[in-house]
């Protein structure tokens, strides 16, 4: 509210409030949000294991629950499947981490 303020007794009107001061203080926030929306969905595993019966569009973590209830399991293969798995992952934090420290210098929280 006190930039919000002082935008205004500098002469911003309500538009250049708002594009200069209120969304640049929001990159951390929509960061956050994104990184655990996509996380969440690309941790999916129950609705992917319930609907996906073809072998060809199963996602990563049901492929990788499949090695472990086969009868004999392949370790060397299972982890190269975990380590593929969280390549994306960490691509999304890498790219959004920028933004997340941002919105955390910008709150004033000391």
């Known amino acids: 509210v006190e930039l919000e303020e002082a935008a205004y007794i500098d002469g911003a009107g309500y538009w250049r409030t708002f594009w200069r001061v209120v969304m640049p203080n929001t990159y951390g926030i929509c960061a956050a949000v994104g990184a655990i929306t996509f996380i969440g ?7 992917p294991l319930l609907i996906g019966q073809d072998r060809d569009f199963r996602t990563v973590q049901v492929a990788l629950s499949q090695f ?8 060397p293969q299972l982890f190269v499947g975990a380590t593929v798995a969280i390549i994306p992952v960490l691509l999304v934090f890498i790219f959004l981490q920028r933004y997340l420290v941002q919105g955390v210098e910008r709150s004033g929280i000391d």
């Open 41 to 47: 969905s690309w941790n999916a595993f129950l609705w």
């Open 68 to 75: 472990l209830t086969s009868q004999r399991v392949n370790m």
